[in-house]
């Protein structure tokens, strides 16, 4: 063998690797990776099955437990409560396990009449004792969610009272006219299966490890599949007691592929091999929605994302935080980073949460008054405050606008980010300044809507550090009194004129953050997904019984 | 040999003790709450204190090593904070998802950079070895992050020759486990069709992986190749009149391994580190994207469950790597 014939024999090698790892387009004998047989050619696929591209894998299914939203996705499809905030005003509701309900005049009896065709998916019946069994858990769990009716079930086994096999009754010492709000959260008050509990105790847990990763519910579907960083599937639940109201085309499955990388999402989702996706950037955003096959569907929630102002160091004089509030280039922000993809928060409320006050102080950027309220306080050109954030585009690039308008008052700002668990241990921890950053960006909505459940964990002297999210240990008298008295107050005009006072204390008089934007929720939707509808209080999560394929 | 066997045994429980203390200490110094984040933002004091009294971390940090070195010696590696199942399991099944990866894209990586080194040596200069220079190049100074990006836009999304990521297509059944490697596992049980649908869900990330070694692999063997082919015993060889494939093949080949075998065994470190962005990319549910959500959600078990497997990994290669010398240079001894 010659030379000339080895270098021919190594070059077809090569040439056989590079052909080798082109390969046929499908490898004969087996179905196209997402086309199983009968799905209709227009589509590709089967039209029953729902596909959605996730970001990150849910963590947990307990409702006693779960906080994070991708939870939140699954347990609102799979497990129900007594009622709902209704999605086009977030102040009545409309029923879900319960079919209708009273109060007594003074709010310390409040009584709920189940329907009597609810089942939970072990095709147990969801009754009174059922009812009364799952807040009971709620409340003795002490899980992270349990606050929502521990801070007004404290003895479950008095205050929640079966009248008959479909009519709980709750009873209160003292006028409980949020019972209704909180009972409507998104955020623990689920009614779950008794028999599935107590079949997957282990240690006196309330089956809290097996609810993680389980569901015991009686919603419109049911869990499946659950594969850590691979997917969910969710399949339809024949016995659902809702479907007559929504007849026509539903899903009979629901796929949530957990894709994490967003650039293969936004692939996915022009390609139509997902229906829905969710998270991404502005500028995805904004292509996708030049595309005709798919809809971007914005709407409204209660997350206000702002900036913390310590109220501690450099920071304690209010002079200084009103400087710096006044420095932020606010219209910059909305405009060119967030290309209007968002709408300015005016004050520390969302606009639609209850007793949200359309006429509160609103900072303008003003350079001058800032460096006045600075000479003021009397603040030295040159002083170094911190930015903490999270690893994540929208803190940093705030992060970013408010340094280089800082830097023309002559205050210079050091951005440090953290990963999501040190920057979690420092806002929520007890470290004190100067370990403790000056300035933090954060986001919140409310469980409920409710003022005092909304503001509470924010502003209290005695939610600071890890008693509650008050994370610049912000502390104002006049603040706590008007929380503490807040939730016995039945009249709505005398709460809201309490809270038209404390919003105008924590913006202008004695500033607690810089409010920056109410964060809408976005989806992206292949154009023959039907029945989308958004609920600006059940934030990041829909309801898939209402989605159906347009043209089926 | 056996006494370097012997030798790398003793040595790897200390290894992995030392290793297992580093990451403990590392973890725990960063000034993370792992109970606030499986409590969530909106627990109370009791909820956070409640939690962190269920995972054992209101213990004295050394109380809560030993424990860990306890369960350890029960090959128990603990309960991840994030998937809620043990560790053990958790690894099982994500480990064997990136060793596929890793393997094909080791295969690829062998076979085109050896291939593209050899002919690159032996034709010297000429149009074929600028051809693998550039491809080395190429291999080298594109990141795999975004040389995988490129790769879905073009051949998944624009031309729909290959699938977005995953392991199996949707409707394809799983083979029976047997390792946990899919392609692997169908070829032992004779699933054919699912083998054909694994391989064609592998080759994208492999190939996307793998071409840094390969171009890592390509260059090191085409120097070695030209050193080894100026050697006197080269001449020799085709003064005895051997034809040059025998030469090449024969003589020059086998002499020219051992920098790349050294190469290789650095290799898998990079396919391991490489894997947590391609396995992001492409949706491959491995040890990548867990240990990647383990670090950013403090779940400390997980961290050192990661951390262990892969010290270990690195312990086994060095041993192949150092038998893998003996056999291709019978005058290493051990």
């Not at chain 1, 998104?186 to 105790?201: C, D, L, M, Q, T």
Request: aromatic share 10%; proline share 6%; glycine share 8%.
């Amino acid at each position: 063998m010659n030379r000339r014939v080895v270098v021919g024999l190594a070059i077809l090698g090569c040439i056989a690797v590079l052909l080798g790892s082109c390969g046929p387009a499908r490898p004969a004998g087996t179905a196209a990776p997402t086309a199983p047989a009968g799905a209709t050619p227009a589509l590709g696929r089967d039209p029953k099955t729902l596909v959605v591209a996730i970001y990150s894998n849910p963590s947990d299914l307990d409702p006693a437990s779960n906080n994070e939203q991708l939870g939140n996705l699954i347990l609102v499809a799979t497990t129900e409560g007594l009622v709902r905030a209704k999605a086009e005003n977030i102040e009545e509701f409309e029923p879900q396990l319960a079919e209708r309900w009273e109060h007594n005049e003074d709010y310390t009896v409040w009584t709920f009449y189940l329907r009597k065709n609810a089942k939970f998916h072990d095709g147990t019946p969801v009754n009174a004792e059922a009812v009364k069994f799952s807040f009971t858990r709620l409340v003795q769990s002490g899980l992270g969610m349990s606050y929502i009716l521990s801070q007004f079930i404290t003895d479950p086994e008095s205050q929640i009272v079966v009248k008959d096999e479909y009519t709980i009754e709750f009873r209160f010492d003292s006028p409980t006219p949020l019972l209704i709000k909180a009972l409507s959260s998104g955020y623990g008050s689920f009614v779950i299966s008794p028999a599935a509990v107590k079949a997957h105790e282990k240690d006196g847990d309330l089956a809290h490890e097996w609810l993680q990763t389980n569901e015991a519910g009686s919603g419109a579907y049911m869990l499946t599949e659950w594969s850590p960083n691979q997917q969910v599937v969710l399949t339809r639940f024949e016995d659902w007691w809702g479907w007559e109201q929504y007849p026509g085309f539903r899903f009979d499955k629901i796929v949530l592929k957990i894709v994490p990388e967003m650039a293969t999402r936004r692939s996915l989702i022009e390609k139509g091999d997902v229906d829905i996706a969710l998270d991404f950037s502005p500028q995805d955003l904004e292509a996708l929605a030049k595309n005709p096959d798919i809809v971007v569907h914005r709407s409204e929630t209660l997350a206000v994302r702002y900036i913390v102002l310590g109220e501690y160091g450099p920071l304690a004089d209010p002079r200084v935080r009103q400087a710096i509030a006044y420095a932020f280039d606010y219209d910059g922000y909305v405009n060119d980073v967030l290309k209007g993809t968002a709408i300015r928060a005016r004050g520390p409320f969302p606009h639609k949460l209850q007793c949200w006050d359309p006429n509160v102080f609103v900072y303008e950027t003003d350079l001058e008054k800032a460096k006045a309220l600075l000479e003021e306080a009397g603040v030295q050109p040159g002083m170094e405050i911190r930015f903490m954030c999270e690893e994540m585009d929208w803190p940093v690039q705030v992060g970013q606008i408010l340094q280089a308008q800082l830097a023309q008052i002559g205050i210079n700002l050091k951005i440090e980010q953290r990963d999501t668990s040190t920057y979690s241990g420092i806002f929520y921890g007890d470290v004190q300044w100067p370990e403790r950053p000056e300035l933090m960006a954060w986001g919140w909505w409310p469980d409920y809507n409710d003022p005092t459940d909304y503001a509470w964990p924010l502003f209290h002297s005695q939610a600071a550090g890890s008693a509650g999210a008050n994370a610049g240990f912000y502390s104002n008298p006049r603040v706590d009194e008007i929380l503490d008295i807040a939730p016995s107050i039945t009249d709505t005009a005398k709460l809201c004129e309490l809270y038209k006072e404390f919003q105008d204390i924590v913006v202008r008089q004695d500033p607690a953050w810089i409010p920056l934007v109410e964060r809408p929720d976005v989806r992206v939707l292949r154009k023959d997904i039907g029945g989308f509808q958004a609920n600006p209080i059940y934030v990041e999560t829909f309801d898939f019984f209402r989605l159906y394929r347009i043209g089926y | 040999m056996g006494r370097l066997l012997l030798r790398r045994l003793f040595m790897v429980v200390p290894v992995l003790f030392g290793v297992s203390l580093l990451t403990f200490t590392l973890s725990r110094i960063i000034p993370a709450d792992p109970a606030r984040l499986i409590a969530g933002p909106r627990a109370s004091a009791e909820g956070v204190a409640k939690v962190r009294e269920a995972y054992g971390l209101d213990l004295p940090l050394w109380k809560q090593y030993a424990n860990y070195i306890a369960a350890l010696a029960r090959f128990d590696l603990g309960e991840s904070f994030t998937s809620r199942r043990p560790v053990g399991r958790d690894l099982a099944e994500f480990l064997p998802a990136t060793a596929e990866l890793a393997f094909a894209a080791l295969g690829l990586a062998l076979i085109g950079g050896l291939a593209i080194g050899i002919v690159s040596a032996v034709w010297q200069n000429q149009l074929i070895d600028q051809f693998g220079r550039f491809v080395a190049i190429g291999g080298l100074s594109m990141p795999a992050f975004w040389l995988a990006l490129l790769a879905q836009l073009f051949l998944y999304q624009r031309l729909g020759w290959f699938p977005f990521g995953e392991r199996l297509g949707g409707e394809t059944p799983l083979p029976p486990r047997i390792t946990g490697m899919l392609a692997l596992d169908s070829l032992l049980t004779g699933r054919w069709a699912t083998l054909t649908d694994a391989l064609y869900h592998l080759i994208l990330p492999a190939l996307v992986l793998g071409l840094e070694p390969l171009a890592v692999i390509a260059r090191i063997m085409r120097t070695s190749m030209l050193e080894v082919m100026r050697e006197p015993y080269i001449v020799t060889a085709r003064a005895k009149g051997l034809r040059e494939g025998t030469v090449i093949l024969r003589h020059a080949l086998r002499n020219a391994m051992i920098p790349v075998v050294t190469m290789i065994g650095l290799q898998i470190g990079y396919m391991l580190g490489g894997a947590v962005l391609v396995e992001s990319v492409f949706a491959w549910p491995g040890i990548g994207r867990y240990s990647a959500r383990a670090i950013v959600s403090a779940d400390y078990n997980a961290v050192m469950g990661v951390t262990l497997v892969i010290a270990l990994i690195y312990l086994v290669t060095n041993v192949l790597v150092d038998l893998v010398y003996a056999w291709i240079d019978p005058r290493i001894r051990y």
